[in-house]
């Protein structure tokens, strides 16, 4: 044996296993519990962004109009209508 395999597990120190504590009679420990779902990352953006295109990216267009009407004035969309569409 040349010295290049793997560890030497006979010169390791470890420390002795650690005793788990055992689950009452009345419960059930080994069911597994997902975690609650947290918000799409598209409701992130409506929530954080003021910008129209943030809100057509996210496929909320209704509000990305309201934006555009506030901030710019924007009152007819039927020219931008299949911008948002193709970038959703």
């Not at 390791?12 to 609650?36: M, N, Q, W």
């Amino acid at each position: 044996d040349d010295g290049e395999g793997g560890w030497e597990l006979e010169d390791l120190e470890l420390p002795p296993a650690a005793e788990t504590p055992k689950a009452s009679t009345g419960t059930r420990s080994s069911v597994f519990v997902a975690p609650t779902p947290g918000m799409r990352v598209s409701q992130m953006w409506i929530q954080k962004s003021s910008l129209a295109a943030d809100h057509a990216a996210a496929g909320n267009f209704d509000t990305a109009m309201r934006l555009l009407n506030r901030q710019l004035a924007m009152k007819n969309f039927t020219p931008l209508r299949s911008i948002p569409r193709s970038s959703y």
